[in-house]
């Protein structure tokens, strides 16, 4: 997910993002590059997924990352993600009702690690470590049901082979070096 | 200016007008205020304490809000213990 220059890194970056989340929708991923070293990038609007169980689920994923020299290189760039949010609704006739969300915004809060958000245990922030959005997206297919726009041997390769570059990529896991 | 369909990765790619309109109409729907008010009381630390459980969907809308980064990539700040 490196590159040879910022909007390089940025685009291998999206490209695989992109990926995942197409396996649960066919919404492209809007993106917004606010500076040469800073993009935002998130499903507009939340995205509506089927269960196959003919429920309905809305998924709303947001991705703030910037791009800087690669440290292991110092002639390319790589991504650093700043803040994410991955949030599930339950879609109801009502509105959407929030069933978790998982969020690390480190900048916009007194809570400075990765964590969950349980809709149905309201105030706590239970502490996670860095979760990619491969997983999200595995969880909503294996435990929420939602269909998946393609083949099973389809979408599962999708999700390993961008979980594998992002643990090779990321600089952290647990905690962030600066936590 | 559109919001342009990249062909090649399927990203879409939106101005920062586009962006503005879209944290105005989150930032009227959620707390009642214009996205250049949110903005502003953000940079201010008035949502500080705010949270998804009090307010849903303004981590969202912070997240998407072009806000200046406070933090450099990969700056390391002193570790409180």
Known sequence: ?179 | MPALKSKKSGIVWITRREVDALVDAKARRLLGVSGEKFVANWKAGKYRKLDSDDCPGVIELALIAPLPRQMSVGKKRKRSR
């Open chain 1, 1 to 179: 997910m490196s590159g040879k220059n910022e909007k390089e890194a940025a685009d291998n970056f999206l490209g695989y993002f992109n990926e995942t989340i197409s396996c649960i929708t066919s919404q492209p991923l809007t993106a917004f590059r606010q500076s040469k070293k800073l993009y935002r990038a998130y499903l507009n609007p939340p995205a509506g997924l089927q269960t196959k169980s003919g429920g309905r689920l809305v998924v709303s994923i947001t991705q703030v990352f910037g791009v800087g020299q690669d440290p292991s290189d110092k002639k390319r760039f790589k991504v650093r993600t700043q803040h994410y949010s991955y949030v599930l609704y339950q879609a109801t006739d009502e509105g959407n009702e929030q069933i978790l969300s998982y969020h690390w915004h480190p900048q916009n809060s007194a809570v400075h690690a990765p964590h969950l958000h349980v809709a149905c245990v309201p105030r706590v922030h239970f502490p996670t470590s860095r979760v990619c959005v491969e997983d999200f997206v595995w969880m909503i297919i294996q435990y929420y049901g939602a269909q998946p726009t393609m083949k099973k041997s389809e979408w599962t390769a999708i999700l390993e082979k961008n979980k594998k570059a992002f643990e090779q990529m990321a600089s952290w896991k647990i905690s962030p070096p600066w936590g």
